[in-house]
């Protein structure tokens, strides 16, 4: 008898009503059998020991134990790969930021409405077959990043010169908010602005904008349309909107705006990068980071063909090598680096831009 090929999923949420939604949701998906469900953690601790899932989805906000005290303990003695489903508030977001931090693979907004559910079934299918095949982050591994995560007002990097013209872009999915901030916390202060796009639901977006600014030496935000850009500012695009680069009379300013979602993303960085590619040209650097998919490969391609140059996150560090195998497979890199060398590439390609 052959192995049944398809991904195991133990659905962990306080409310029956949310367990069946997730659990009717999924059951359209072939590749996907939904295992069980567990109305809290000490529920989900006997059954993920009886029915060995693949995959994790939880919850935040439970009784008797919280989701991401549970998910700590978890990555420490059993690790899963765990999508966190979490309702769209601020103290919410803020804990699925936590989550993210501790070892959780993505991150997804509980559905708001009759329109969502539909967007549910795709994006949440989508994030549990990346799960599935992501690079977990075990409990050692969070240590080690965590302890580092202090603010960085010192950097081993040269000085440089950069042009007033230069800019970067920052691409990313699955993985990508610890990756972004790996980048950004090794920034000095004096650098060229960066646009970033992280795939990431609204509401997120801010706390995640937030929390790097408590940690990096440079100001983050979140973006608003109209935005102008100045050194030692990075903008990150708002959850559920586009963001684009335009030229403005003092360098450059970020149109955020709705539409369509792009390569099912919305913000999309295949958007963010073609209108870097339009607007910056040889002026931008542009870095696409671990996530799912092919959103960014199209617009980095044209970034670089624009004369800009472009870095590419290495599949032994990337939590999902989606992303970047599609930007490389295109022809779109120039460079292919470890995570840990990404914010060095960067700095010294854009001072090569005066």
């Known amino acids: ?38 109305p809290d953690p000490y529920v989900a601790r006997d059954k993920i020991l009886a029915l060995k899932p693949d995959v994790l989805t939880l919850d935040i906000e439970m009784p008797r134990m919280d989701g991401v005290t549970f998910l700590k303990r978890l990555m420490h003695f059993h690790p899963l790969p765990v999508i966190v489903i979490s309702s769209l508030g601020v103290a919410s977001s803020r804990a699925a930021l936590e989550a993210l931090e501790a070892g959780a693979i993505d991150v997804l907004a509980k559905p708001g409405g009759p329109q969502s559910v539909g967007d549910l079934r ?23 990043a965590t302890a580092t995560a202090a603010p960085v007002l010192k950097t081993a990097h040269p000085r440089r010169m950069f042009s007033s013209t230069s800019v970067m872009a920052i691409g990313a999915s699955t993985g990508g908010t610890e990756a972004i901030l790996q980048v950004l916390r090794e920034m000095p202060k004096d650098v060229p602005p960066i646009v970033i796009a992280q795939h990431i639901p609204a509401v997120f977006s801010r706390s995640f904008a937030h929390r790097m600014n408590e940690i990096c030496a440079m100001e983050v935000r979140e973006a608003a349309d109209g935005d102008e850009l100045r050194s030692g500012l990075a903008l990150v695009a708002p959850g559920n909107f586009h963001m684009l680069l335009r030229r403005s009379p003092g360098g450059y300013r970020v149109e955020v705006k709705d539409g369509p979602m792009v390569c099912f993303q919305r913000p999309s960085v295949d958007v963010l990068f073609q209108s870097v590619a339009q607007t910056a040209g040889r002026h931008a ?70």
Request: hydrophobic share 45%; proline share 2%.
């Open 1 to 38: 008898m052959s192995e049944d090929p398809r991904i195991r999923v133990l659905i962990v949420d306080d409310s029956a009503i949310v367990r069946k939604l997730l659990s009717e949701a999924l059951s359209a998906e072939r590749d996907i059998e939904v295992v069980g469900t567990a």
């Open 122 to 144: 795709h994006g949440l299918a989508a994030k549990i077959r990346a799960a599935k095949a992501a690079r977990l982050r075990t409990a050692a591994r969070v240590a080690s």
């Open 285 to 354: 650097t542009g870095a696409i980071l671990t996530g799912m998919g092919s959103d960014g490969a199209m617009g980095l391609l044209e970034m670089k063909k624009a004369g800009a140059r472009t870095l590419a996150q290495d599949e032994a560090t990337c939590v999902v090598f989606g992303m970047p195998k599609e930007a490389i497979r295109r022809g779109a890199v120039d460079r292919v680096l470890p995570l840990s060398s990404i914010c060095g590439a960067l700095l010294e390609e854009a001072a090569r831009t005066n």
